[in-house]
């Protein structure tokens, strides 16, 4: 009930509070008001509003208020609900999957919704040269339309295809409408359709200017309503301007400017929970931060300590994260137990190197650098959190002999530092996307898929785990699997753990309604503003 | 001399000085470590991706070729499209530059307003306490960073008063000049003091010059002196200051931006800096360079007619 | 007009020699080491044992303050003397010779003031990496050309005043009248201007610490540390007050001796 129950950290760490949110949020809208305009403040803009190639967070987590898939994520985005499809069956030893589809429902432009349409979208994401997201739906041999059903038919089972399609970018656009967009190629068209898309989510795009705001109305086709049969959404208008800088985002909330924005640093949390005007939402994430390590034997012609897993064990077990918890997310975030969050499904905790000093020091005496060694760390110029992170770190790590450096970079020269491989040590972080661990565990642990992130890092074990598990559909058997890819991944510390954080937005006191799901994305349907 | 002409000469001067502009943006951009597509897609994007987009793009053509293309297509006012937010870099600019031409011209009046009537009186007053209080607060403004002026007086003005807005631009130019009077006090703060200090400076060597004797020996008097030498070397200074540092506003109006979330060029450059995206890059510092090359040009046409002896 | 030291002089000169001090000896002065965490007292308003509070690593800010008297002072020096000496030579010698010269360095200077100076110092900031020795050439690369400008300006106005025609009418030569003459009277709006700069360059480093690409942690830097404690300034406003006092408290100092010493300069013959 996040409307009445101040949001304490204990409460939304759980993973099933935003589950219960969510329900809450679809009951109580007996009372909701509806109509009105609610602005939201954003720290950056959207870039392009096509879900097939786009993959950036700022496109994702608002494209599900204009677009629908065909299953949605779960409120706790650990699973799956009815979305565009009232009902899926998987038969044929998992390699069939049918999908019945919903009746009545119309796209914003007021076109019916048809299985040409899902055909259509679903050929045009799997499509390996359209964008970067095609290999989610690399299982799909083909698909068929069937008067009311949609048939994907796969060439192997695939433990993953259920989540994919509540993904974002396997929504459902109107076929007609975008063939009918000015220019010659698949990519000009989709172009002209990122700005004006069409789909049958609750809002539909009236207006952008790029990088300053973008104007939201009601569609008043949507399809879904709530609990007690009101229409959704609620509002009539849904703003989102665009304000880069943290302090004047919350000095605008605080003003009456803004109802609600995102990314409140952790340092202004209490003091915004302390405003009676204001509510501060602290919803559950996937968010984990970590410093990824070049485990490369070589980096840049010089040998590389962190090549020795001894090395790089002390390192973790030396950065005390309790602390760094403490002082970066003032006590807001919690420590990492695994390479995935606790509200990644099939997760399985280990208490990962507790901080031990003596262990640490230990650990590099027996890897010849008792005498410590330089690090370099790139990061992300002006990211304070990151920063702050650091700074912990160089004086913890201080106390075993290592010599950190800060290096702040902009990313462009970041990004081709990491797909170099030229990095000795990296800040990162990570959201999951789908409801399933396949996607972190692919970027993390499977090396052919970018190299486990750049760092070089490779175990054959986990290799073969995770493409087993890919085709695995017993849940149980699966489950074994995520286990021990967890458990080598983890052992073999091509990380340096750091914490779990929520999503920290806050509101006005008279909005009520929002949701935002661990996956990240933003959820306004049955958000409304009490006048 | 004749006027007309070296008017025509100075601007026949800038085409040139345009054609080396767009070359030097174009080399400083390619310079910059990094590409623009890897930047686009991340680090979790395929190498095949990458190279798919890349060549979309056009931008795995041979620099030169690429060069030839952005100077052609310059040349006929045309800019390509922004590669991060794939609509024609054009829209953008008009967009957005109107916003940032209001502000530093609202920044240059309140800075004048605020600098030309204290100096005359620090001139006057030199070293007694009116000048010593006038120094000093300029230099408080001046010596303060701008995202922390910005912050103080957000927190007092808007969100404390609630006299001004916190942020944005609004709809109408009287909302515009609304929403922009903090953000161009920010940036008048330090600029006024620049213009203040220097101006007070100068007077002074005006009113303690040789020539002053000089004069003084032909036999002017001394109030002659002072309209011909102080009002004319103030008026000289002035408008060299303003000339000088059109550029220097236009660049600190990209915290002045980034802090009141102003949507304005400023920001924009500095978006597409961190960006590679390089079609913005190249259009906006031409654009702003054609500004700043038109503000010289007018400058020095005063500066010629305020001083002649300085010609054009 | 009787030439004394005054009063305005002799406080900016007391700064500065506080400010040097600290500079040159911080451990003496400093209480607590700038780098030392204290996870016992973590963001603490200013009182007795931390006169200026401490940040959110438990750092003592007055330390931290004071050992960055010595970064700064280094910016406002190196940030501003290599352009100086650069364009004001080049300032002198077009302003004065005229010319095919003259015409070229106008352009190249024009060329260099159309880009916004900011954006140019953050675009070469970032294709040399952050930090400040990259600033220093950053800066150097671009300052340049506001004293040859300045400079050039003031040559031109001297050039045609009534004092050098008698100067020139007394036969005097090119070189006596440029550094004798001109020059000492051509440089005080540029020193004037380069005693302010020197406070812009402290803000300049303040405005790259905003977006990260100034003085690197751990070092101490005024800008940075106000910047740093931006995120806290409803919660701990000290954590910028304090350092960005001791950034106006420079510039006056600055600004105060460079008038003083503007004035003593100003010795008729």
């Not at chain 1, 302090?247 to 924005?261: F, H, P, W, Y």
Request: with cysteine; charged share 15%; net charge neutral.
């Amino acid at each position: 009930m996040i409307s009445t129950i101040p949001l304490t950290r204990r409460a939304t760490l759980g993973g099933v509070m935003g589950l219960l949110a969510l329900q809450a949020g679809l009951s109580q809208a007996q009372a909701a008001t509806t109509g009105g305009k609610l602005v939201f403040g954003r720290y950056a803009d959207s870039l392009f509003l096509d879900p097939v190639l786009t993959d950036a967070n700022v496109d994702i987590w608002v494209m599900t208020n204009i677009y629908d898939t065909l299953l949605l994520p779960t409120a706790n985005g650990q699973g799956t609900q009815p979305g565009l499809a009232t009902a899926y069956e998987i038969t044929d030893g998992g390699k069939t999957v049918t999908l019945t589809l919903r009746e009545g429902v119309k796209f914003s432009d007021g076109t019916p919704l048809s299985a040409d349409d899902v055909v259509w979208s679903l050929d045009r994401a799997r499509d390996p040269k359209a964008g970067p997201w095609n290999s989610l739906l690399a299982s799909v041999d083909h698909v068929d339309a069937a008067g009311n059903t949609v048939v994907l038919r796969l060439k192997n089972p695939d433990a993953t295809i259920i989540p994919v399609l509540a993904t974002f970018n396997t929504a459902i656009l109107p076929k007609k409408a975008f063939e009918a967009m000015p220019g010659d190629t698949m990519d000009d068209k989709a172009k002209a359709f990122g700005e004006k898309p069409i789909g049958t989510g609750p809002f539909v795009l009236v207006e952008w200017k790029r990088g300053s705001s973008m104007k939201l109305r009601r569609n008043p086709q949507y399809w879904r309503k709530a609990d007690n049969g009101q229409a959704l959404p609620l509002l009539d208008e849904l703003e989102f301007q665009i304000i880069p800088d943290d302090s004047t985002r919350l000095l605008k909330l605080k003003a009456g400017e803004l109802d609600g924005v995102e990314f409140v640093p952790f340092a202004r949390v209490k003091e915004l929970q302390a405003d009676p005007n204001l509510r501060m939402e602290l919803w559950p994430s996937t968010r984990v931060a970590y410093l990824t390590m070049n485990v490369r034997p070589t980096l840049n012609g010089a040998p590389n300590p962190l090549a020795n897993l001894k090395v790089r064990q002390a390192l973790n077990y030396a950065m005390n994260k309790d602390a760094v918890i403490g002082v970066t997310t003032l006590g807001l975030g919690k420590p990492m137990r695994s390479f995935m969050s606790s509200a990644t499904p099939l997760f399985a905790p280990s208490p990962l190197y507790p901080y031990d000093l003596a262990k640490a020091k230990a650990l590099l005496a027996e890897a010849g650098m008792a005498g410590g060694f330089d690090l370099t760390c790139l990061t992300l110029s002006g990211n304070q959190d990151n920063l702050t992170n650091l700074t912990l770190a160089q004086q913890m790590w201080s106390a075993i002999g290592v010599r950190l450096k800060i290096e702040q970079l902009d990313n462009p020269t970041l990004t081709a530092h990491y797909r170099a491989g030229t990095f000795q040590l990296r800040t990162a972080a990570w959201t999951d996307d789908i409801a399933d661990p396949s996607e972190i565990t692919s970027y993390f642990a499977y090396f052919p898929n970018i190299a486990s992130l750049h760092s070089g890092w490779q175990d054959a074990r986990a290799d073969e785990l995770y493409l087993a598990s890919q085709r695995e559909i017993d849940p149980a058997k699966r489950a074994a699997q995520y286990t021990e890819i967890q458990s080598i991944y983890n052992a073999a510390a091509p990380i340096v753990y750091l914490y779990e954080t929520p999503y920290p937005v806050a509101f006005r006191a008279k909005v009520k309604g929002f949701v935002q799901i661990p996956l990240g994305n933003n959820i306004f349907e049955m958000a409304s503003v009490e006048k | 001399m004749n006027r007309a002409g070296a008017i025509a000469g100075r601007i026949a001067q800038i085409v040139p000085t345009f054609f080396l502009i767009g070359l030097v943006v174009f080399v400083l951009a390619r310079l910059l470590p990094g590409d623009a597509v890897s930047a686009m897609l991340g680090d979790r994007a395929t190498d095949e991706t990458v190279q798919r987009i890349t060549h979309q793009l056009g931008l795995d053509r041979s620099i030169l070729s690429q060069l030839v293309a952005f100077l052609a297509q310059a040349a006929q006012g045309r800019f390509g499209e922004s590669l991060a937010f794939r609509v024609p870099v054009a829209s953008l600019i008009v967009e957005r530059l109107p916003v940032t031409l209001m502000l530093t011209g609202m920044a240059t009046l309140i800075a004048l307003c605020l600098a030309l009537p204290l100096a005359f009186v620090a001139a006057m007053t030199a070293n007694r306490w009116p000048d010593i209080l006038i120094r000093t607060v300029f230099q408080v403004g001046l010596s303060s960073p701008v995202f922390f002026v910005g912050l103080v007086l957000l927190t007092i003005f808007a969100a404390g008063l609630h006299l001004f807005p916190v942020g944005g631009y609004g709809e109408g130019f009287g909302e515009h000049l609304y929403h922009l009077f903090l953000p161009a006090l920010t940036l008048a703060l330090s600029f006024s003091a620049v213009i203040m200090r220097t101006l007070r400076g100068s007077i002074l060597a005006v009113l303690r010059a040789e020539f002053v004797d000089f004069a003084r020996a032909k036999g002017l008097s001394s109030r002659v002196i002072l309209l011909r030498h102080v009002l004319r070397s103030a008026a000289i200074t002035t408008v060299t200051l303003v000339g000088l540092h059109i550029g220097s506003l236009l660049g600190g109006a990209v915290i002045t931006e980034s802090v009141f979330a102003v949507p304005g060029v400023g920001r924009l450059m500095v978006d597409s800096i961190f960006s590679r995206d390089y079609p913005v890059i190249q259009a906006l510092t031409l654009i702003l360079a054609v500004l700043v090359s038109l503000t010289f040009l007018a400058t020095d046409l005063l500066h010629g007619w305020l001083d002649p002896r300085t010609g054009v | 007009m009787k030439r004394r030291l005054s009063i305005p002089f002799l406080i900016g000169l007391t700064i500065l020699t506080v400010l040097v001090l600290c500079a040159l000896f911080p451990d003496l002065v400093a209480p607590y080491d700038p780098l030392a965490f204290d996870y016992t007292a973590m963001m603490v308003a200013p009182n007795a044992a931390h006169p200026f509070g401490t940040d959110q690593f438990g750092r003592d800010l007055l330390s931290r303050t004071i050992h960055a008297a010595g970064i700064d002072l280094q910016i406002a020096l190196f940030a501003t003397i290599g352009p100086l000496l650069i364009g004001a030579t080049i300032g002198l010698l077009v302003g004065w010779f005229g010319g095919l010269a003259d015409t070229l360095v106008g352009r190249l200077i024009d060329l260099v003031q159309t880009f916004p100076f900011l954006v140019l110092v953050i675009a070469i900031v970032a294709v040399l990496g952050p930090g400040l020795n990259n600033m220093y050439v950053a800066v150097a690369l671009v300052g340049w050309v506001f004293y040859a400008r300045l400079m050039r300006g003031e040559v031109l106005v001297q050039k045609g005043a009534d004092y050098i025609a008698a100067a020139r009418a007394l036969g005097y030569s090119q070189r006596r009248l440029m550094l004798r003459h001109i020059m000492p009277n051509a440089i005080r709006p540029v020193l004037i201007y380069l005693v302010t700069d020197m406070a812009l360059a402290i803000l300049l480093g303040s405005s790259l610490g905003y977006l990260g690409l100034g003085a690197q942690p751990p070092t101490p830097e005024w800008g940075v540390l106000v910047a740093d404690g931006k995120n806290f300034f409803t919660t701990a406003p000290w954590m910028s007050l304090f350092p960005g006092l001791a950034i106006v408290l420079t510039g006056l100092g600055f600004s105060l001796t460079g008038d003083g010493l503007a004035d003593l300069m100003d010795v008729r013959r």
